[in-house]
């Protein structure tokens, strides 16, 4: 029988994206990178550190009003990605994992862009591309849009006026996107459009007829996604492992403290462990856990958004 993967991660509440994390003083940047540096996450700015909890780092901080939150891994786990407002600035940026080349990709007005995801593989254009859904204040509209790491090839993929996507995570091989709607959890299939860039082709829906399906991730050595579910009737929301091979699905919960809010879920290189975050319970912070539920281990006591570099 084929290996499921299957994590359960209550999560309960609403993400508050500014002013979520106490800023620290001083910046990012300087030295060389921690020996092993395996999750990007939140505390005070951007941070890395090793799958033990060891050699935190900080590449960029935050002060004032500003913050960050979603980072994500480039393909070859040289460069981080993130959402936020550094020196009133909001936008979605680049930084080199020894704290240097801090870049802004694209910017934003009358509205936000959130939770990028970078591609592993190339997208069918033939290029790595990101993804982070943007709301346009002035058409109270949410899309999902692509762009090149370098600022070029910006586009609104979904264009969908009248249905509003939140976060994405790429699939494994780059060519589709799972999606969080409302309501539903969707894949996306995409393909290199005629005229440049990207299109969607075909749509399927994988879970609905929930409160919400929250916060998509992909696996990365199987074809599985890991997501925050709410049902219908509003039980605490439980990240879930979807292997999208096997479908109908039912969810299945394997959290072994059932307590607390915990999101995001994010898989080791080989989808053997996951990390996530824990918070309101006697014992918050991030955590690792085997596949399999067992082997719970605090490794950071105060970080937010861990996410675990591909390779």
Not at 20 to 41: E, H, K, L, N
């Amino acid at each position: 029988m084929r290996s499921r993967v299957l994590l359960a991660l209550a999560l309960s509440g609403t993400v508050v994206i500014a002013g979520s994390v106490t800023a620290r003083a001083g910046g990012g940047g300087g030295g060389g990178p921690p020996p092993d540096p395996a999750i990007a996450y939140v505390d005070g700015g951007i941070r890395v550190m090793n799958a033990d909890g060891s050699n935190s780092r900080l590449l960029v901080a935050v002060k004032g009003g500003d913050w960050v939150r979603g980072p994500c891994w480039s393909p070859d786990s040289s460069r981080i990605a993130f959402c936020g407002r550094l020196k009133g600035s909001e936008g979605i940026r680049v930084v080199n994992l020894d704290g240097t080349g801090l870049a802004l990709v694209t910017s934003h007005a009358g509205g936000f862009a959130s939770f990028p995801d970078w591609t592993q593989a190339p997208a069918p254009d033939g290029q790595h591309k990101l993804v982070f859904d943007e709301y346009d204040a002035a058409t109270d509209d949410q899309d999902l849009w692509i762009v090149n790491p370098d600022g070029t090839g910006r586009q609104n993929l979904t264009q969908s006026p009248s249905v509003d996507e939140f976060s994405a995570s790429w699939t494994r091989d780059g060519t589709g996107l799972y999606v969080e709607r409302w309501n539903e959890l969707v894949l996306l299939s995409v393909a290199a459009a005629a005229g440049g860039g990207l299109e969607i082709t075909d749509e399927t829906v994988l879970v609905s007829d929930v409160f919400m399906a929250a916060f998509p991730r992909s696996a990365n050595a199987h074809d599985f996604v890991g997501f925050s579910m709410m049902s219908a009737i509003q039980d605490p929301l439980l990240a879930q492992v979807l292997d999208v091979s096997i479908l109908p699905w039912t969810p299945v919960g394997l959290s072994p403290s059932g307590s607390g809010t915990e999101r995001w879920v994010s898989f080791s290189p080989d989808d053997s462990r996951a990390a996530f975050h824990r918070s309101g319970a006697r014992i918050s912070g991030i955590f690792t856990i085997n596949s399999d539920g067992s082997g719970e281990t605090r490794i950071n006591k105060s970080g937010i958004d861990p996410n675990w570099k591909r390779r």
